[in-house]
Structure formats: C-alpha cells, structure tokens
C-alpha cells in the first residue's frame, strides 16, 4: 500500500529523533552545551508554536470549506482515507487511540470507506484540517 511505507518512515525519524534527545541530554547532563540553553529552547519553543499552528490554525477559513463550498459533505459522501492521502493529506498516527491503530494494521479498519474518513477528522487526526462537528 502506498501509505505503509509512511508509518516506517516515521517510525524512523522518531527512532532518530530520540536518539538525538538522548545524545543532546547526555551533552547538557555532562556540563556541555550550557552556554547555547538558552537560544535552543527558544528555538525548540518556536518549533512547537509552528507545529501547533500548522496543525491546528484554521485561519479563520472556516466559512469558505463549509458554507461556501460544503466540504463537510463531499468528505462524509465521497472522499474515503486512501483517496484523501493519495492527494497528499496526513494522518497523524500519535492522534488515533491503540484499538484503531491496530484495525488499520489488521485490515478491520476500511480505509476505503468514507465514514472512515469522518471518524479521522473527528478524532482530529488529519494533519492540517479540522473537522470536529463533520
């Protein structure tokens, strides 16, 4: 499938991302880098403002995608996950509770179904969109 390479992708740039972790704690723990605490969680507070925005900011959009264009309804009638991730959208795997994780690892999980598509946005799951009230 073409989104199963995405979840080993991520798996590895988690994997990396706290070896890193480790390596940078280890660097503070030993008395390095303490001249640069300062500017990095800075930095490291602005990448997460940014993910939180990314991820969460509707910028005010809201009334084009439904009232204007019905989104809502051309998503829980037509649009199902495998469609949707073929046009670039993501899901955020941290955001989907274990049971559904594993229906999508075991094939119970229709990634063909539209109203698939639905419980995603409601569990706000789709990176980049919100669809709470879909």
Request: proline share 4%; hydrophobic share 50%.
């Given at each position: 499938?073409?989104?199963?390479?995405?979840?080993?992708?991520?798996?590895?740039?988690?994997?990396?991302?706290?070896a890193?972790?480790?390596?940078?704690?280890?660097?503070?723990?030993?008395?390095?880098?303490?001249?640069?605490?300062?500017?990095?969680a800075a930095?490291?507070?602005?990448?997460a403002?940014?993910?939180?925005?990314?991820?969460?900011?509707?910028?005010?959009?809201?009334?084009?995608?439904?009232?204007?264009?019905a989104?809502h309804?051309?998503?829980?009638?037509?649009?199902?996950?495998?469609?949707a991730?073929?046009?670039?959208l993501?899901?955020d795997?941290?955001?989907?509770?274990?049971?559904?994780?594993a229906?999508?690892?075991?094939?119970?999980?229709?990634?063909?179904?539209?109203?698939?598509t639905?419980?995603?946005?409601?569990?706000?799951a789709?990176?980049?969109v919100?669809?709470?009230?879909?």
């Open positions: 499938m073409k989104h199963a390479g995405g979840w080993a992708r991520r798996s590895s740039v988690w994997r990396l991302a706290g890193i972790s480790v390596t940078a704690a280890a660097v503070v723990a030993c008395g390095g880098g303490a001249a640069v605490d300062g500017p990095d930095q490291a507070a602005l990448a403002q940014g993910r939180d925005i990314f991820r969460y900011d509707t910028f005010g959009d809201e009334a084009q995608w439904t009232d204007a264009l989104l309804e051309v998503i829980a009638a037509a649009v199902d996950p495998m469609t991730m073929s046009v670039g993501k899901v795997a941290e955001a989907l509770p274990a049971a559904v994780v229906g999508i690892q075991d094939g119970s999980v229709d990634l063909k179904d539209p109203a698939t639905v419980a995603l946005l409601k569990l706000n789709v990176v980049g919100r669809g709470p009230n879909i």
